[in-house]
C-alpha cells in the first residue's frame, strides 16, 4: 500500500538490486559490513544512472555525495538529530536511504518525488530547498531551536554545503553567529571544485590551496600547542616569529580561514573513503562547538563521462548508456532554440556595438547560455558565484561609474536581491538591465524554482521599467532600449522553446502597448509569453464567429492606459492572461491603472497562476490547468461570451 505522502510505488528497472531494496530507513544500514556498504554505494550509483536515462535530473553532484550520505545516516540518527543538504539538488542518494527507493521512478515527474528535499515526503527533509546558501542558519537555528525546546536531549545538527553554495553571504552571516553562540555544529564542506561551471573568486582560489594542505585536526591539542609556542607579539623579532607563525600555520594546514572565523577546522579528508569518512564523523559527532569538516569528492564520481565532464552532466538531458554500463552511447540534446539563446544573442549584440555595457551571471554561465559572451568579452563578463544580492549591488556600482550593466539572473534567483533591486539600483534610478531567466513556471524544478513572482515584486519600485516581451524577437528590442533607457529596466523570458509571431512588429517605446489585431467581440490581453497564446486563442475564436482583439501589452509598467483604456471600455468582456501569480502582477496593475483612469473593470476577467505555491511538472500540463495555453483561454473567452463550450 502506499503512504499518503508518497507517490506510489513503481518498480524499479529491472537490474539487480541487493541492499538497495531492503534499506527502508538509514537503521537498516546499522548491520551492513563495509563490503556491504561498499556495494550499497555502487547499488545507490547504477539507481543514479538509471534514473537520467529518461529524464533530465542532477546527476552529478549526486554521484558525489553517495559515500557522504551513507557515513552520514551510519553515524547520526536524523529521525532526532538534524541535517540539511544546501540547496538540496544532491539530496537523491538521502531519497534512496530514507524509503523512497519504491517511488524513486517518479522523480521530478507530475505527482511524484520532488527533485529537492521535501518534508511532504519524508521526516528526514526539513525544509523545502532549492535555493542555495542557507544551509547553515537553517541548521544553527534549529541547534537553538532544539536547544531550547529539547533541552537535555542533546540533538546534533548537520549542515552539507558545496564549495559553490559557500560564497553565499549568507553563509558567513550564519558563520559569524555560529562562533558567537558557540553552539554545537556541524557544517560539512562537500569541496568538489565545481558549482554547475567551474568556481570562481576569491574563496575558489583559497580552497584550491587547501585541497593540497596536509591534513588538519582542529581537534588536536597538540598542533594548538606548537602554534602557542610561537610569540606573537613583543618586540621587532617577534614580529618576525608572527611572520612565521603564519607561514607555519598556512604550512600546517588549509583551513585557517575558518579557525579564525571561530570554527574548529578538520580536513581535508577523503569523501569517497567510506570507511574513514564514517570514522571521522564518529569522532566529530560528539564534539562541542562550530565545527568545519572539510571533504574532498569529485563531482560524477563513479561514472566516467560525468567525472570527466562535469558541466554537461550537472543536469544532463536523458542519455543511453552502452552495454558496459560506463559510457554514453546517446545523449538526446535538443536543437531548438530556447528564448534564453536569443536572450544570450541579444548580450552579445550589445557587448559589441557598445564598450560600456557589461553582464552578470551569478554562478549561472552555462544557464544563461554566456559561453560566447564569456569567451569574446572576458573584461566586461563578471561571475559573482552565487551572490545575486551582490551581483545587483555590483551592477548598481558600475552604472554609477557610467557603465551600463546587465544582470542576468533567473527569475527565482533574483528574489534573493530584492533589497538591493530596492537600494542600490531603484532608489538611485541608475541604468541596470535585468534580464530575468526561467521567468513563468520552469517544468521538473518545482516550487522553489518557478519564477512566478517578478511581475509583481519588479514592478513595486519606483523608477522600475518592467517589460515582457510578447515573443523571442522583441527580447533584443527590448534589451537595446533598456541599454538607451536613462533608469532601471527588467524584462523576463520563460524556460520553453522559442516562440516567435510573424507580424510587422512596431519599435518598442516607453510604456507604449502593440495592439495585434483589431476585433468588436472581445479583448485578449496576452502579456509576455501569453501574447502568441492570445494570437492562437484568437485564431480558435475567429473559427467560431468571434472576431476579437488582442493586445501585447510589453510593459507591465507602466501600462500603456492610453491604448488598452478605450479598448477595454468598447469590449463586451476582456482577458488579462500572465504567466505569473495573481498577486500583484500584471493584471493587478491593469486593475488599477484602469481604476485610476475611470475605466470599466467588471468584465474583465484575469488568468494567472493562483496564490499558491504550484508543484514540479510539465509546464504545459500546468498552465493548461490554469486554462493558460489557447484552448485555455479560448473556453474562458467563450464562457465570457455567453456561448457554450465546445469541444477543442
Ligand atoms: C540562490 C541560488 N542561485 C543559483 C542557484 C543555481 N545553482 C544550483 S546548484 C549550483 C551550484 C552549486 O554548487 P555546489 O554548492 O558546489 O554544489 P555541487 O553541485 O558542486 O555539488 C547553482 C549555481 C541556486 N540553486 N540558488
Ligand atoms: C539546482 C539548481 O538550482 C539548478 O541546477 C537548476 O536546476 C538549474 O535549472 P535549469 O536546468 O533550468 O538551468
Ligand atoms: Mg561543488
Redesign the pocket.
Known amino acids: 500500500m502506499c503512504r499518503p505522502r508518497l507517490p506510489c510505488p513503481v518498480p524499479p528497472p529491472s537490474v539487480p538490486y541487493d541492499i538497495l531494496p531492503r534499506i527502508t530507513d538509514p537503521r537498516d544500514l546499522d548491520g551492513l559490513t563495509d563490503a556491504q556498504l561498499e556495494q550499497l554505494a555502487g547499488e545507490i550509483r547504477e539507481r543514479l544512472c538509471s534514473i537520467v536515462s529518461d529524464r533530465a535530473a542532477h546527476f552529478?553532484?549526486n554521484l558525489?555525495?553517495v559515500e557522504l550520505a551513507i557515513a552520514l545516516h551510519k553515524t547520526f540518527d536524523f529521525k532526532k538529530d538534524r541535517l540539511i543538504w544546501?540547496?538540496g539538488?544532491?539530496i537523491y542518494p538521502h531519497k534512496l536511504l530514507t524509503g523512497r527507493f519504491p517511488q524513486f521512478d517518479t522523480l521530478r515527474e507530475r505527482g511524484g518525488l520532488m527533485g529537492y528535499p521535501n518534508p511532504e515526503e519524508s521526516d528526514y527533509d526539513l525544509f523545502v530547498t532549492?535555493?542555495?546558501?542557507a544551509s547553515v542558519s537553517t541548521s544553527l537555528g534549529l541547534k537553538a531551536g532544539d536547544d531550547l525546546v529539547h533541552p537535555g536531549e542533546d540533538r546534533k545538527s548537520v549542515a552539507v554545503?558545496?564549495?559553490?553554495?559557500?560564497p553565499?553571504g549568507v553563509v558567513f552571516e550564519a558563520f559569524n553567529n555560529a562562533a558567537g553562540l558557540q553552539k554545537d555544529l556541524l557544517v560539512i564542506l562537500?569541496d568538489?571544485e565545481?558549482?554547475?561551471c567551474p568556481?570562481v573568486g576569491g574563496l575558489a582560489s583559497y580552497l584550491d590551496a587547501a585541497r593540497t594542505a596536509p591534513y588538519y585536526d582542529g581537534l588536536k591539542k597538540d598542533v594548538a600547542w606548537l602554534l602557542n609556542k610561537i610569540p606573537v607579539v613583543g618586540e621587532q623579532s617577534t614580529k618576525l616569529l608572527s611572520q612565521g607563525k603564519d607561514a607555519l600555520k598556512h604550512f600546517l594546514h588549509g583551513g585557517m580561514l575558518f579557525e579564525e572565523l571561530g570554527f574548529r577546522y578538520i580536513g581535508p579528508v577523503d569523501g569517497h573513503d567510506l570507511k574513514s569518512l564514517t570514522a571521522t564523523l564518529e569522532r566529530v559527532k560528539h564534539v562541542r562547538g562550530p565545527v568545519l569538516l572539510h571533504v574532498l569528492t569529485e563531482?560524477g564520481h563513479g561514472f566516467r563521462p560525468a567525472a570527466a565532464d562535469p558541466v554537461t552532466f550537472?543536469t544532463p538531458a536523458p542519455f543511453k548508456r552502452d552495454d558496459s554500463g560506463q559510457e554514453v552511447a546517446e545523449i538526446r540534446t535538443s536543437s531548438t532554440k530556447a528564448y534564453t539563446d536569443y536572450a544570450a544573442a541579444a548580450i552579445h549584440a550589445a557587448l559589441t556595438r557598445d564598450d560600456r555595457v557589461a553582464v552578470m551571471t551569478?554562478?549561472?554561465c552555462q544557464?544563461n547560455k554566456l559561453e560566447t559572451v564569456r569567451a569574446d568579452f572576458p573584461t566586461r563578463f563578471f561571475d559573482t558565484g552565487?551572490c545575486?544580492g551582490h551581483a545587483v549591488a555590483f551592477a548598481g556600482g558600475m552604472a554609477k561609474a557610467g557603465a551600463r550593466p546587465i544582470v542576468d539572473i533567473?527569475s527565482t534567483?533574483l528574489q534573493?536581491s530584492f533589497d538591493h533591486i530596492f537600494q542600490e539600483v531603484a532608489l538611485q534610478n541608475l541604468p541596470v538591465t535585468f534580464m530575468m531567466d526561467r521567468a513563468g513556471l520552469c517544468g521538473p524544478d518545482g516550487a522553489t524554482h518557478h519564477g512566478v513572482f517578478d511581475n509583481s515584486y519588479m514592478r513595486v519600485f519606483p523608477n522600475m521599467t518592467v517589460m515582457a516581451p510578447g515573443d523571442a524577437g522583441e527580447i533584443a528590442a527590448m534589451l537595446d532600449f533598456s541599454l538607451q533607457h536613462n533608469g532601471p529596466c527588467s524584462l523576463r523570458y520563460p524556460k520553453t522553446a522559442a516562440v516567435t509571431v510573424d507580424r510587422n512588429a512596431p519599435p518598442i517605446v516607453h510604456g507604449k502597448a502593440e495592439v495585434y489585431e483589431h476585433g468588436a467581440d472581445g479583448l485578449l490581453i496576452g502579456c509576455g509569453i501569453m501574447f502568441p497564446v492570445a494570437v492562437a486563442a484568437a485564431e480558435k475564436l475567429r473559427e467560431e464567429g468571434l472576431d476579437v482583439a488582442v493586445v501585447n501589452p510589453r510593459f507591465v509598467k507602466p501600462i500603456d492606459m492610453d491604448t488598452l483604456g478605450p479598448l477595454m471600455d468598447e469590449a463586451p468582456w476582456v482577458i488579462a492572461a500572465e504567466e505569473n501569480v495573481v498577486t500583484g502582477g500584471f493584471g493587478s496593475a491593469l486593475l488599477e491603472a484602469a481604476n485610476a483612469r475611470g475605466v470599466r473593470t467588471d468584465h474583465v476577467r484575469l488568468l494567472a497562476l493562483p496564490d499558491e505555491f504550484i508543484e514540479h511538472g510539465p509546464r504545459e500540463e500546468i498552465l493548461a490547468d490554469f486554462n493558460l495555453d489557447a484552448e485555455g483561454l479560448r473556453a474562458t473567452a467563450l464562457s465570457l461570451a455567453e456561448r457554450n463550450v465546445t469541444a477543442a
Request: proline share 0%; no cysteine.
Open positions: 552529478a553532484s558525489g555525495v544546501d540547496t539538488h544532491q532549492g535555493h542555495a546558501g554545503i558545496g564549495d559553490g553554495a559557500l553565499s562537500n568538489n565545481m558549482g554547475i568556481r563531482k550537472h551569478a554562478a549561472m544557464g552565487i545575486e533567473y534567483f534573493r
